[in-house]
């Protein structure tokens, strides 16, 4: 079977996919146009890159590993959960 070999270096595996994880929080920050090609790209480079862990480390930190990536793509910020808060009805004012 032909393929590429990866090192088997598990501290690097774990390093990529923690710089993948931190470049997966930083979207948001993005203006709306480049979001879903910033995506699109974390996705491409997060299979292999969790293949891999999920190779070195076992399927317990993979499952981990996509539950925290699927998380980090798909939750909005704090900030904005806020903002899509609707107002109160008495105008947010309380007695």
Known sequence: MTGIALPPFPVIALALTGIWLLAACLVPLLPNRLRPAAI???IVLGVPSLGWLT???GPGIGV???ALGLLALIV???GRRRAAIPPAIDGGQHP
């Open 40 to 42: 699109v790209i974390l």
């Open 76 to 78: 909005r910020p704090l």
């Open 64 to 66: 981990a590993s996509l």
């Open 55 to 57: 190779l070195l480390w």
